[in-house]
């Protein structure tokens, strides 16, 4: 035969597009090409391909081989697609039977020997596959757990490409990978471990009920980056559809942990400051990857000593924060990466940092307001909470040595709140308070007038803006939540206003 098609998966941001691999023979000078759009890693894969089918046993046709990866008018990225050229090239060339992977889905970089090699964004090409009907895929053995998380995809892991031609042309059988229990996560960070700080402890457990976005100030030691890592262990554990979901963005990412296909917690990002503009939202000058927003998807994305980044760089969160999503244009493309997460971000309150407070301070004003003008205001305006977390005093550290309230009390009360919510907001489809539009929210939930006195003065006199309003009354909600209370009252906004301009204040 000298016409044989396979079935391979490419990737645009976290979701698969089929991919047929069709290779014909004809007479002619021996050689090799290979057209549809294909990028330098996979004009490589004729290399690797050549030197595997060799090196595995098997000879190269010496004939002109046209290989085409349809759709043509889709950009082909990775290495994925080198385990499908070589089976589609063998059963051309009449080593395989010619029907033998007609119909199969392969995926798996080729080493020069013959091995075959674990790739990024199996777990997306395997839903892509499962959706176009597929049922059987051949992954490399090293990402068998993370295909086996589909239902109803029998996967078959090959170790070497002498195990795939045994199992097409009949001689032995890639035994279906059978999926294992999945690994109990590792226990988060617990908020016990935090000495003092009861108005932190707060604003944290309110962002977690609420998904509001949190900015915490405040001397070196105060805390700060121990509340933000407590954070994700006061958030519910994943469901299985967001699990999924979050899985396939850090399988394309390449920062799935080593035994762990599944990831059940809500992730944390904590980039340093020194981070680009592509390392933060995504990008990259090939192959378009997420960046640590994106990775943070439905957990937290933790900025520490946020004015140290670049103030062009923060400001490309603005966007992405509000749509839950980011597309990154290329001249090659477009990728489009889901990024709802929650944005925590810590600074001290001047460039000195000194962890005597105020007194021992050495920066003028100006330079104190320089500092703090790093963060632009329509960042900070989308902040739902600002909390000034003041120096741990040696009476709170003797008062910390009772072991204070643990996470999981502090997340019992998040679940219930939460719970809460979504059922008020489901009719919407919408499952936390932040979430809520500011049109809808006046419409269908507003916060009684008498309540909202002190949230109108500060409107009036300048200290909010309309949206800043809106975000206070969301944080109403939230408290009322909490507190188990129908519709906020009074203090609920007040503790909501005063969360939002202690910084202002400061």
């Known amino acids: 035969m000298t016409l044989a098609r396979t079935w391979s998966v490419g990737l645009a941001g976290v979701a698969g597009a089929m991919v047929e691999v069709e290779v014909d023979m004809s007479a002619g000078v021996p050689g090799v090409v290979l057209v549809g759009l294909p990028d330098a890693v996979v004009r490589q894969s004729v290399d690797r391909v050549r030197a595997a089918v060799v090196n595995t046993g098997a000879s190269w046709p010496m004939r002109r081989i046209t290989i085409g990866l349809s759709p043509a008018s889709m950009p082909k990225q990775g290495s994925g697609f080198d385990l499908a050229l070589a089976a589609a090239v063998l059963a051309a060339a009449g080593t395989l039977p010619a029907d033998s992977a007609d119909g199969l889905v392969l ?200 004015p140290e980044f670049p103030r062009a760089t923060l400001d490309t969160l603005r966007q992405p924060l509000e749509r839950g999503e980011v597309t990154i244009a290329r001249a090659s493309g477009a990728a489009t990466f889901p990024c709802r997460a929650q944005l925590v ?18 920066c003028s004003p100006l330079e104190r307001r320089r500092y703090q003008a790093r963060l632009s205001g329509p960042l900070l305006d989308r902040i739902d909470l600002r909390v000034d977390l ?25 679940a219930a709140a939460r719970e809460t919510a979504a059922a008020r907001l489901g009719g919407a489809g919408l499952a936390l308070n932040s979430q809520v539009p500011g049109r809808l929210l006046r419409e269908r939930w507003p916060v009684p007038r008498a309540a909202l006195t002190l949230a109108e003065r500060a409107l009036e006199r300048g200290l909010l803006s309309v949206r800043g309003l809106d975000r206070v009354q969301r944080v109403a909600w939230t408290l009322a939540d909490l507190g188990g209370r129908a519709v906020p009252d009074g203090d609920d906004v007040a503790e909501a206003l005063g969360m939002r301009l202690q910084r202002v204040a400061a």
């Not at 003041?390 to 998040?414: I, N």
């Open 107 to 306: 995926l798996g970089e080729l080493g020069l020997d013959g091995s075959v090699r674990a790739v990024r964004g199996v777990l997306p090409a395997v839903l892509a596959a499962a959706q176009a009907g597929h049922d059987t895929v051949v992954v490399p053995a090293g990402n068998a757990e993370e295909a086996a998380l589909v239902a109803g995809v029998a996967v078959l892991p090959a170790a070497t490409l002498g195990d795939l031609v045994a199992h097409l042309s009949g001689r032995a059988s890639l035994a279906p990978h059978v999926r294992g229990p999945l690994p109990s996560p590792a226990p988060a960070p617990d908020l016990g471990d935090v000495v003092g700080q009861a108005a932190g402890r707060r604003a944290v457990e309110v962002a977690a009920a609420g998904g509001h976005h949190l900015f915490l100030t405040g001397p070196p030691g105060a805390g700060k980056t121990m509340l933000a890592e407590r954070l994700p262990g006061l958030l519910p554990v994943l469901d299985e559809r967001a699990a999924l979901e979050v899985t396939a963005i850090h399988s394309v990412a390449g920062t799935l942990p080593p035994g762990a296909p599944l990831l059940s917690r809500p992730p944390f990002e904590s980039p340093h400051h020194s981070a680009t503009m592509a390392a933060l939202v995504g990008g990259g000058s090939g192959v378009i990857r997420p960046g640590a927003l994106c990775r943070a998807h439905r957990g937290v994305l933790f900025l520490d000593e946020a």
């Open 345 to 362: 971000l810590a600074a001290n309150p001047c460039p000195c940092a000194s962890a005597a407070g105020d007194a021992a301070c050495t």
């Open 390 to 414: 003041p120096a741990v005093t040696r009476a709170a550290w003797l008062a910390g040595q009772d072991p204070p309230e643990p996470s999981a009390a502090v997340a019992g009360r998040v």
